[in-house]
């Protein structure tokens, strides 16, 4: 289905709120720079970013968190015939600070040294734990009990412990191997 065009203005508009801020915060840093400077910037008002971002300065860099919610459960959902946990960190091998893409580094730096960013990045992570039990329950046909939670909540936790690691990716691959040994089901 195409977008028409109202959609492809407020598209428009979000990225270049993104990108404006992005620019901003890598050059001057994440707390050096207000919403009134992302919005001039972008070249539109401070009430237009707030309606693309209610979230605020952090949504700019993160998003809102609905993409990755998505994307999260689709790991598990389109796992073919990998295991739930390979499915989980082949999936998350390929976003932030597990990434080797060098145009995106200076990003994940940006989010991993700055408290707010980093903090509203995990929470972003966190907010997925009931889906991400729910859909591994669905999928291994157990029940989402405290035991499913608790693989949730460590497997989103990942980014942001394992992810400030010298190595980010090895890190990745020791947690999902202590995960692996206590939950050898999934």
């Known amino acids: 289905m195409t977008q028409g065009r109202r959609e492809r203005k407020k598209e428009a508009t979000r990225r270049a709120l993104s990108d404006a801020a992005t620019r901003l915060f890598l050059a001057r840093g994440f707390d050096k720079v207000t919403v009134a400077e992302i919005a001039e910037a972008a070249d539109t008002a401070v009430s237009t970013l707030f ?3 209610p979230a605020g300065k952090e949504a700019l860099v993160l998003g809102d968190g609905e993409e990755r919610g998505r994307s999260l459960t689709a790991a598990v959902r389109e796992r073919g015939d990998r295991s739930v946990l390979d499915a989980l960190r082949d999936f998350l ?5 597990f990434e080797a893409d060098p145009e995106t580094r200076p990003v994940v730096e940006l989010v991993a040294n700055t408290p707010a960013l980093r903090a509203y990045a995990r929470r972003m992570w966190t907010d997925n734990e009931a889906a991400l039990a729910e859909v591994i329950a669905a999928e291994t046909g157990r029940e989402a009990d405290v035991s499913l939670r608790l693989v949730a909540r460590y497997v989103l936790e990942i980014p942001d412990l394992a992810g400030t690691a010298e190595d980010a990716p090895a890190a ?7 995960l692996k040994r206590g939950w050898p089901g999934l």
Do not use: K, Q, S, V
């Not at 091998?93 to 600070?97: H, L, N, Q, Y």
């Not at 990745?172 to 202590?178: K, R, S, T």
């Open 93 to 97: 091998a390929t976003r932030g600070p």
């Open 51 to 53: 309606a693309h971002f």
């Open 172 to 178: 990745l691959d020791i947690a999902f191997e202590h």
